[in-house]
T-cell receptor
Framework: GAVVSQHPSRVICKSGTSVKIECRSLDFQATTMFWYRQFPKQSLMLMATSNEGSKATYEQGVEKDKFLINHASLTLSTLTVTSAHPEDSSFYIC??????????FGPGTRLTVT | GIQVEQSPPDLILQEGANSTLRCNFSDSVNNLQWFHQNPWGQLINLFYIPSGTKQNGRLSATTVATERYSLLYISSSQTTDSGVYFCAVKKSNTPLVFGKGTRLSVIA
């Protein structure tokens, strides 16, 4: 199956700083990438959808100036959490889709803001 | 938007037992996927099954698209099957929408 990597797997940062999370599709070209957020014991909530070379589409309630998404190539998308606050602490998961409808997920990044 | 309901929300099984997890969805879809989220948070693709029946080892899944439900069967459960099972669906040009999951605990 297709492989999606995410880096870092875990990050701790101080309040007010910015954190960048990378998502890569390793063995296929991802025309569309997605970013999800998951709180403990809850389901995945879609934050935004990005297509290579175009601006991301954010879900209602997600601040686009706080969660900056860049999809610069067919294998790389980044999520930058700007001016992080403790309430941004969460598990962030990226997903990628190629030519088929099937989506593949990265291993997730656990962000803790102190 | 499309609604996805999974049942049961929680399930405890003795090792070796069989189980059936259900996913109901509110509209026609062109993609349905089952995932297993392991204790480390990784989502593992189990099945891509917008319709029909598929089997992979001890797991199998059936989607009846006309009746808007899908079933995931786990046979001879093992402790490593523990985790959360998610059903997710999508219509054309929309992202995957996840159900709330079924939390499975298999005890030895």
């Amino acid at each position: 199956g297709a492989v999606v990597s995410q880096h870092p797997s875990r990050v701790i940062c101080k309040s007010g700083t910015s954190v960048k999370i990378e998502c890569r599709s390793l063995d296929f070209q991802a025309t569309t990438m997605f970013w999800y957020r998951q709180f403990p014991k809850q389901s995945l909530m879609l934050m935004a959808t990005s297509n290579e070379g175009s601006k991301a589409t954010y879900e209602q309630g997600v601040e686009k100036d706080k969660f900056l998404i860049n999809h610069a190539s067919l294998t790389l998308s980044t999520l930058t959490v700007t001016s992080a606050h403790p309430e941004d602490s969460s598990f962030y998961i990226c997903s990628a889709r190629g030519d088929s409808y099937e989506q593949y997920f990265g291993p997730g990044t656990r962000l803790t803001v102190t | 938007g499309i609604q996805v309901e999974q049942s049961p929300p929680d399930l405890i099984l003795q090792e070796g037992a069989n189980s059936t997890l259900r996913c109901n969805f509110s509209d026609s879809v062109n993609n349905l996927q089952w995932f297993h989220q392991n204790p480390w948070g990784q989502l593992i693709n189990l099945f891509y099954i917008p319709s029909g029946t598929k089997q992979n080892g001890r797991l199998s899944a059936t989607t009846v698209a006309t009746e808007r439900y899908s079933l995931l069967y786990i046979s001879s459960s093992q402790t490593t099957d523990s985790g959360v099972y998610f059903c997710a669906v999508k219509k054309s040009n929309t992202p995957l929408v996840f159900g709330k999951g079924t939390r499975l605990s298999v005890i030895a």
